[in-house]
């Protein structure tokens, strides 16, 4: 069965460190990858996806993944963290028949100064 | 513009009372969701609607209806609901549904408080 990992339920990183969040997905075929932050109180708003082609994948607000089939992982890295990006992220794969995501249980991004 | 819009932000209502959600997108796509999501929690998928047509239902209980008037338009009827309905409902939409490769995008959510 498909399924979405993330390790990490919660982290604080101070503002300016580096970033890194990490998922892991079980899914036979090449897999639709996605990251969604999730600001206390607001909706879900798309940071990235994967498809296919190049395996680092630029997205808003200055992140960025890395697909690694080897591995099954699609990890969220930033190169300095600001104390708006404190919120919850959520990594997705889509589902085999293309209807939904399945989601792992999100990673509570803290930031302190 | 990738905005899907929902209405009511916030809505308490009694276990007696029927009310709706609704939620609108002018992108062309043409599947639409509903997911509840609990504090602390993921998303969970309720209802998807691909080409104005109901193709999934999670075994919602009946208390939740959903109806889709036309390709931008997506209502949750509520009805009878229980405390623990209380939740943040999001709607969805992606070009479309039922093949892979879709971008699903969601509104800002509806936060529901039954008392």
């Known amino acids: 069965a498909q399924s979405v990992t993330q390790p990490d339920i919660h982290i604080t990183v101070s503002e300016g460190a580096s970033l890194e969040l990490r998922c892991n997905y079980s899914?036979?075929?090449?897999?639709?990858l996605f990251w969604y932050v999730q600001s206390p109180g607001q909706g879900l708003q798309l940071l990235l996806k994967?498809?296919?082609?190049?395996?680092l994948v630029q997205g808003i607000k200055g992140f960025e993944a890395e697909f690694k089939r080897s591995q099954s992982s699609f990890n969220l890295r930033k190169p300095s963290v600001h104390w708006s990006d404190a919120a919850e992220y959520f990594c997705?794969?889509?589902?085999?028949?293309?209807?939904?995501?399945?989601f792992g249980k999100g990673t509570t991004l803290s930031v302190s100064s | 513009d990738t905005e899907v819009t929902q209405t009511p932000k916030h809505l308490v209502m009694g276990m007696t009372n029927k009310k709706s959600l609704k939620c609108e997108q002018h992108?062309?796509?043409?599947?639409m969701y509903w997911y509840k999501q609990k504090a602390k929690k993921p998303p969970e998928l309720m209802f998807v609607?691909?080409?104005?047509?109901?193709?999934i239902n999670e075994s919602v209980p009946s208390r939740f209806s959903p109806e889709c008037p036309n390709s931008s338009l997506l209502n949750l009827h509520l009805h009878a609901l229980q405390p623990e309905d209380s939740a943040l409902y999001l709607c969805?939409?992606?070009?479309?549904?039922?093949?892979?490769?879709?971008?699903?995008?969601f509104g800002e959510g509806s936060w529901l408080t039954v008392v």
């Open positions: 969805a939409s992606s070009q479309k549904g039922g093949t892979s490769g879709n971008t699903i995008y």
């Open positions: 899914y036979g075929a090449t897999p639709y």
């Open positions: 994967y498809f296919s082609g190049d395996t």
């Open positions: 997705a794969v889509e589902n085999q028949a293309g209807t939904a995501l399945i």
């Open positions: 992108m062309g796509h043409r599947a």
């Open positions: 609607y691909s080409y104005e047509k109901l193709s």
